[in-house]
């Protein structure tokens, strides 16, 4: 199958309030172009120096999410042009993006990454880190940058059980923070979970943004 054909089999298998990102993460500037003319418009990478590389070279529609941990010296390169940083694990990060949207006077949309998996290696908060974060003083002084859910990685596994219940507890995390503090905001609406081998998985479990690569653009 073509890159065109495997975006048209994906779309086809999710609701339409599910937003797919093709993770485009390894993958060359023309390579992206190919799933850009099927009329994708939401592209992730994890690496801040290829994102700020492939930006310079495609198209300005394209609405690019940050999806991997994120060091606070690199924030500045994002910051002018990312549509959603979506791997906010840390207060620290957090204040770094919304000073360096304060400098162009632009906000900035995030997700809170919570730590979901059995795996040490993968980043993220867990839920009272999250609200400490929240109920900080430096968080409510913040005007750059606007929270708009919660991502999450689950285990790298087969086991639907394993999985399911990741994906729950995500949803669960999301849920209580929207009860505490956005119970108001309709912009916090979002929980980004699910990657190629899982996210019709994460979708019945209440995923609204999808990370899919390797079913998008074949093995890196």
């Known amino acids: 199958m073509s890159i065109s054909d495997r975006i048209l089999d994906i779309r086809a298998k999710?609701?339409?309030n599910v937003r797919l990102v093709a993770v485009s993460k390894t993958k060359p500037?023309?390579?992206?172009?190919?799933?850009?003319?099927?009329?994708?418009?939401f592209f992730g990478e994890n690496k801040a120096q290829d994102l700020i590389a492939?930006?310079?070279?495609?198209?300005?529609?394209?609405?690019?999410?940050?999806?991997?941990?994120?060091?606070?010296?690199?924030?500045?390169y994002l910051v002018p042009f990312v549509s959603l940083i979506e791997s906010v694990d840390s207060n620290k990060?957090?204040?770094?993006?919304?000073?360096?949207?304060?400098?162009?006077n632009r906000k900035v949309d995030c997700l809170l990454q919570f730590h979901i998996a059995s795996e040490d290696t993968k980043f993220g908060l867990d839920l009272d880190e999250a609200k400490e974060i929240l109920e900080s003083e430096s968080y409510k002084q913040m005007e750059n940058?606007?929270?708009?859910?919660?991502?999450?990685?689950a285990t790298f596994t087969d086991e639907e059980d394993v999985l399911k219940e990741?994906?729950?507890?995500l949803r669960h995390y999301f849920y209580e923070i929207k009860t505490m503090y956005f119970g108001d905001d309709d912009f916090f609406k979002?929980?980004?979970?699910?990657?190629?081998?899982?996210?019709?998985?994460?979708?019945?479990?209440?995923?609204?943004n999808i990370r899919v690569g390797t079913?998008?653009?074949?093995?890196?």
Request: proline content about 2%.
């Open 166 to 169: 990741e994906f729950g507890r």
């Open 29 to 41: 500037a023309e390579i992206i172009l190919e799933a850009y003319e099927e009329g994708q418009r």
């Open 93 to 104: 990060l957090l204040k770094e993006i919304n000073k360096q949207a304060a400098k162009i």
């Open 14 to 16: 999710i609701p339409e």
């Open 190 to 208: 979002e929980i980004s979970m699910g990657m190629s081998g899982d996210y019709l998985i994460a979708i019945e479990e209440g995923s609204t």
């Open 215 to 220: 079913a998008i653009f074949g093995a890196r």
């Open 54 to 76: 492939k930006q310079a070279l495609l198209p300005d529609d394209i609405k690019w999410h940050f999806i991997g941990h994120l060091q606070t010296n690199k924030a500045k």
């Open 145 to 153: 940058i606007k929270i708009c859910g919660a991502m999450g990685m």
